[in-house]
């Protein structure tokens, strides 16, 4: 009898295992979604849309201030940060360029987090996390809250950086906050210059993971989802990174990857100990570590390389591929030159969708690195977000607010080219058959009407 009660209780963990980790696959709980994958299966996403007549727009909600963060979705909640001038200076400097101005506004801004109902578009709750003066500039083309938040249905954190990272309830009741010093994420080899902190947090298995790579002490932490308590703090050499963590489980063993210059990496999830670690390729890392068909995709760029990088999950030590190497233990393949600088990389369907800063989409088959195509997506300006997919559809935004459809696979087809009047430089999200846009003035539901 003991047996028996033993065994029902062992498959009813497994069934609440299974469908708890189906309920999370369904969410869009952080950046670019579960383990920043990118897409959604089973979902009929829309192609076409027009925000001027208002065709298969749901709703529109604006929001005030400035922020790119992305929308972070659970269930019916949507939530969304902003960080708001007293100035009113809320411009962005959108386009092709290559100053590293910082934009002159040390007045008080007000940091706040929006809860939005998903169906409706209704604000269900504003929360004013902190007002003060950024104790950091900001970039021409960042804001202050570039950061987007994380949920795993009980809680909801938010990371200004240097401001502060805060923790809620989904009602909207702040449970902890925690306070930084200050975290100047700016060019390594131009300190004066001050760009801002972009780095979202995750939430896995009740802890909050953040990677604060910066010009100072950098580290990875791990602090306890319902009280903020430190859990490890790993200490990281490391010039400024814009890029965020991202988490997998592989044979009972869960890692934090990261993206870097010096270390990119990956350390055990329960102690923050490194596991294994690889040096160069492109010295102003932005893109998220993205994880596919047992591979670990990371990509960076600026200065001599711009490489792509796609390292077998079990990887340990030290895997710096030497100077004429592209391949080695651990390292599947590579390309030197040709990653995005801005944008996380999808992976959907087998294919790998690299989308640089002009425009220029390559497509590579992912566990080979082969080449499918390399075409251009027109002459509209710069591209910063990151790509998503759903329903044989890859969604990719220009700063502009064009939404270019082209659709999934290895021929390069362009299926609609919407536009969206407004700047766009966070990623979409997407959540049932909906897409959610955040322009610079508002947040977009997007689907079927």
């Given amino acids: 009898m003991k047996q028996l009660l033993c065994t029902a209780f062992l ?5 609440f295992t299974a469908s708890s980790q189906e309920n999370y696959l369904n969410q869009w709980p952080s950046f670019r979604g579960p383990f920043a994958k990118g897409f959604v299966e089973n979902v009929k996403t829309v192609s076409s849309w027009n925000v001027e007549t208002g065709d298969n727009v749901l709703w529109k909600t604006p929001i005030p201030g400035l ?15 902003t960080a708001v001038s007293s100035s009113g200076d809320n411009e962005v400097k959108i386009g092709l360029y290559g100053d590293g101005d910082a934009v002159e506004d040390e007045s008080v801004h007000e940091f706040k987090l929006y809860c939005l109902d998903k169906n409706s578009g209704k604000i269900v709750w504003e929360k004013l996390a902190t007002k003060r003066v950024p104790k950091v500039k900001r970039h021409t083309k960042a804001s ?44 390594y080899n131009a300190p004066e210059l001050e760009w801002g902190f972009s780095s979202s947090p995750i939430i896995h298995n009740d802890k909050v993971i953040v990677q604060c790579d910066y010009l100072g002490d950098c580290f990875l932490a791990a602090y306890e989802v319902n009280t903020g ?12 990174t814009w890029s965020s963590p991202t988490v997998f489980e592989k044979d009972g063993k869960t890692q934090v990857v990261v993206n870097g210059w010096k270390h990119m990496g990956g350390y055990d999830f329960e102690t923050g100990e490194e596991i294994w670690k690889m040096s160069g390729g492109g010295d102003v890392p932005t893109p998220t570590p993205v994880i596919a068909n047992d591979l670990i995709f990371i990509n960076n760029a600026h200065g001599r390389y711009s490489p792509i990088y796609a390292v077998k999950t079990d990887a340990t030590g030290d895997i710096t591929l030497g100077e004429n190497e592209t391949e080695n233990e651990s390292i599947v393949w590579s390309i030197k030159r040709g990653g995005a600088y801005m944008q996380t990389p999808l992976i959907y369907d087998g294919y790998l969708y690299n989308l640089q800063g002009n425009g220029s989409l390559s497509v590579f088959q992912a566990s080979t690195g082969e080449l499918m195509y390399k075409e251009s997506l027109g002459s509209v300006g710069g591209f910063t977000a990151s790509g998503v997919a759903a329903n044989g559809q890859v969604y990719l935004c220009s700063e502009q607010g064009d939404v270019f459809v082209v659709r999934a696979g290895p021929d390069f ?28 003035k508002s947040v977009f539901a997007i689907g079927n009407k």
């Fill in 229 to 240: 308590e430190e859990i490890w703090k790993t200490a990281r050499e490391e010039v400024s």
């Fill in 144 to 187: 202050h809250a570039d950061g987007t938040p994380a949920t795993d249905g009980k809680h909801v954190v938010v990371f200004f950086g240097s401001n502060g990272l805060f923790c809620y309830n989904m009602n909207g009741d702040l449970v902890w906050q925690k306070d930084f010093d200050k975290m100047n994420a700016g060019p």
């Fill in 67 to 81: 922020g790119h963060s992305s929308p972070a979705i659970w269930d019916d909640k949507i939530f969304i940060s």
């Fill in 413 to 440: 087809e362009i299926l609609q080219h919407n536009k969206m009047n407004d700047v766009v430089m966070a990623s979409p999200a997407i959540s049932g058959d909906v897409l959610y846009f955040r322009t610079q």
């Fill in 11 to 15: 498959l009813v963990c497994i069934v």
